[in-house]
């Protein structure tokens, strides 16, 4: 699998970002390290969802959600990814410390050769 398919779902998720906080910057933080060699990871974990989310907003109460797409904000996803955006929901897990929103995590779980990988991408 080359580079370039292994990586291809990354611009959908920034084009998300993006969305989810226009004029905000989106910065990414692996959940699992990339290898260029799979076994050099040989299925290890590094750290779960909760875990990476508890380093990420230290001190903050974070709660997963459900967001629904509709055909305009499905489309304007595709146009801002340059790639094609079918999914309907998405899953962010929104940040909050004193009533105040502090950011917003999105992850993405893909095969990367056999081995599953996950990218938290934060928004805040």
Known sequence: MSSS??????PLIVA?????????V?????????AADAS?????????????LALVFEGCEVTRS??????ERKQRVTDLAKHEFERGMLYPYRATKDGELVGTAYVDKH??????????????
């Not at 398919?5 to 990354?10: A, E, M, Q, V």
């Not at 459900?66 to 055909?71: A, G, H, M, S, V």
């Open 5 to 10: 398919s292994r990586l291809r779902c990354t």
């Open 111 to 124: 095969r990367v050769r056999t081995l599953a990988e996950s990218v938290m991408f934060v928004v805040g």
């Open 66 to 71: 459900t967001e629904y797409f509709n055909d």
């Open 16 to 24: 998300l970002c993006a969305l989810a906080a226009p004029g905000g």
């Open 40 to 52: 050099a990871v040989d299925g290890k974990v590094f750290l779960t969802v909760e875990e990476a």
């Open 26 to 34: 989106a910065r990414s933080a692996s959940v699992l390290p990339a």
